[in-house]
């Protein structure tokens, strides 16, 4: 099974507007016609308005939000719905950081939601999991991944896999510099896609794509992407930048 490998940048609480399109300006040049691997920039809830500007006349690339409430609307200060999202063209969300786990309190229920309103909606969730160090020393990288998986995947269809992307980002490896080692990152996923063939089916878990992420750079991408069941990035730091940003995705046209 093939899967067109997808790399996401997710900018955080980084890039105002203008920074946005001085970033988008020379990379969308760069990638202006189609490639064989899915380009995505996640830029903050106030530069989605500029970077889907520059974004929707380019095949290429793909926008996405770092959030979404899955509340419709009312009143619920602070937050954003799907509807406002599509207005602005977005196709994917990304749910579950850690950053969203662990700062703001988001558990499994309120990703699983989250999740099911992004379908609802017809966009697509990347589903972020992934374990602490305490955790991965303690012995329960395995059974926190599974819990996280069949948390926030509740009463999703194997249907509806097919518009879900994983992102496997070990809490530890997440802006630190220290990324997983291939053959570290590998075994995880590999052992994600299992959970997923558990839940879903041999043939569903094959063509589920799953995302490494954390210290992801041009050095370290194509060694990486080259895993069997690495099937992409979502990368941080190494995102603010257009050239590193470009030399990650030629990686992974590459990979
Ligand atoms: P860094 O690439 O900065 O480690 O961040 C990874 C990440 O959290 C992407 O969502």
């Not at 291939?182 to 896609?193: H, L, M, N, S």
């Amino acid at each position: 099974m093939s899967r067109k490998n997808i790399i996401a940048a997710n900018w955080k609480m980084n890039m105002t507007p203008s920074e946005t399109a001085e970033f988008l300006d020379p990379f969308l040049q760069t990638f202006s016609t189609r490639v064989n691997v899915d380009i995505v920039i996640a830029p903050s809830f106030i530069s989605i308005p500029k970077a889907s500007e520059l974004i929707t006349p380019n095949p290429a690339v793909s926008l996405s939000a770092q959030n979404m409430s899955h509340e419709a609307s009312g009143a619920f200060t602070g937050e954003t719905s799907a509807a406002m999202l599509l207005d602005v063209a977005c196709e994917y969300v990304i749910l579950g950081h850690s950053e969203r786990r662990s700062l703001y309190g988001e558990d499994d229920a309120v990703i699983n939601k989250k999740v099911h309103a992004t379908l609802a909606a017809g966009m697509k969730p990347i589903l972020c999991i992934g374990e602490s160090l305490e955790e991965r020393e303690g012995g329960q990288l395995e059974s926190v991944l599974t819990s996280q998986l069949e948390g926030s995947l509740a009463e999703v269809s194997a249907d509806q896999m097919a518009d879900i992307v994983i992102a496997y980002e070990p809490v530890w490896a997440i802006g630190t510099g220290v990324t997983a080692s291939p053959e570290q990152a590998q075994d995880t996923q590999k052992f994600v896609r299992s959970v997923l063939e558990n839940l879903y089916g041999a043939e569903v878990a094959a063509a589920t794509r799953i995302q490494y992420g954390g210290s992801v750079k041009p050095g370290n991408a194509a060694e990486l992407i080259g895993q069997p069941d690495i099937d992409g990035f979502l990368v941080g730091g190494a995102s603010l930048d257009p050239q590193s940003f470009a030399e990650i995705v030629s990686a992974g046209i590459g990979g």
